[in-house]
């Protein structure tokens, strides 16, 4: 089901952990299949990323799609990090079945959740989470049906 490389990145994760000294903190989730993602942005003065970390309970698609999405933007200006899309993590890991690809949206999005957070810290707007119109994260994918247990659905 997965390639070598997706394997390698699940089995010997890069940059799993948090951040003390994160200036930038995003968390998303997938209701439907229970993925949470959490990346920690260390930005310095010149918007390059100096450190990178995330925190992911998932599958072995979505460990391994947060660990190249680190590996990817280490080093990135946050404009340039904020040019990856999923596309570009699922590629960069060779690939990923259709059924797994919402993992890399997931690190998309948790990518740019945690950049979002460090902009409206810097400029001391920090405030709920709401889409500030830097990217098409928050408008480009349709929602997921929401998933009710079988024992929590009500007869008809």
Avoid: W
């Avoid at 089995?11 to 994160?22: I, K, T």
């Avoid at 990323?49 to 590996?71: L, P, Q, W, Y």
Wanted: charged share 30%; proline share 4%; aromatic share 6%.
């Amino acid at each position: 089901m997965y390639n070598d490389k997706v394997v390698d990145y699940f089995m010997n994760p890069r940059n799993v952990g948090s951040l003390d000294a994160a200036n930038g903190i995003g968390e998303v989730g997938n209701p439907r299949c229970g993925d949470v993602m959490k990346i920690y942005l260390d930005v310095d003065e010149n918007e390059i990323i100096r450190d990178v970390k995330f925190e992911t309970f998932g599958c072995a698609a979505a460990i391994a799609t947060s660990s190249m999405a680190t590996e990817m933007v280490k080093g990135m200006t946050i404009d340039e990090a904020l040019r990856i899309t999923n596309k570009d993590v699922a590629s960069e890991l060779g690939g990923l079945p259709p059924q797994k690809l919402h993992c890399s949206l997931l690190a998309e999005e948790a990518l740019r959740a945690a950049i979002l957070d460090y902009r409206s810290r810097r400029n001391g707007t920090r405030t709920a989470p709401v889409c500030a119109g830097c990217c098409n994260a928050c408008t480009e994918y349709e929602e997921e049906e929401r998933y009710i247990p079988e024992t929590s659905r009500v007869a008809d």
